[in-house]
Nanobody
Framework: QVQLVESGGGLVQDGGSLRLSCAAS????????MGWFRQAPGKEREFVAA????????EYADSVKGRFTVSRDNAKNTVYLQMNSLKPEDTAVYYC??????????????????WGQGTQVTVSS
């Protein structure tokens, strides 16, 4: 089992920045690729960003490329999502997720084994 706890969400103005953190506990964190997803009211949960177990490869949704950066610190069992130039359409609950041994597509929700409880990000216009 892997337990994931997100933090760092909040209310920010259009153009502002936030950094989300996801702290993992349980099994060896470095065995897991990590992803960030988000879900806005009335919408499907969608892929935002992903990072491999080593941190050597990252992927981003087109809507956040150039604005968001995913990183991880395996010594701290934590993955981060730095969000800059935030827009009102980024408003959602953000979830981190763990995918064992890089198995499956980083873009697909079903490839992830464990999920956090989510943290709310609200961007005001």
């Amino acid at each position: 089992q892997v337990q994931l706890v997100e933090s760092g969400g909040g209310l920010v103005q259009d153009g502002g920045s936030l950094r989300l953190s996801c702290a993992a506990s349980g099994r060896t964190f470095s065995n897991y690729a990590m992803g960030w997803f988000r879900q806005a009211p009335g919408k499907e949960r969608e892929f935002v960003a992903a990072i491999t177990w080593s941190g050597g490869n990252t992927e981003y949704a087109d809507s956040v490329k150039g604005r968001f950066t995913v990183s991880r610190d395996n010594a701290k069992n934590t993955v981060y999502l730095q969000m800059n130039s935030l827009k009102p359409e980024d408003t959602a609950v953000y979830y981190c997720a763990a995918r064992a041994y890089n198995v499956g597509s980083p873009f697909s929700k079903v490839a992830y084994n464990y999920w956090g409880q989510g943290t709310q990000v609200t961007v005001s216009s």
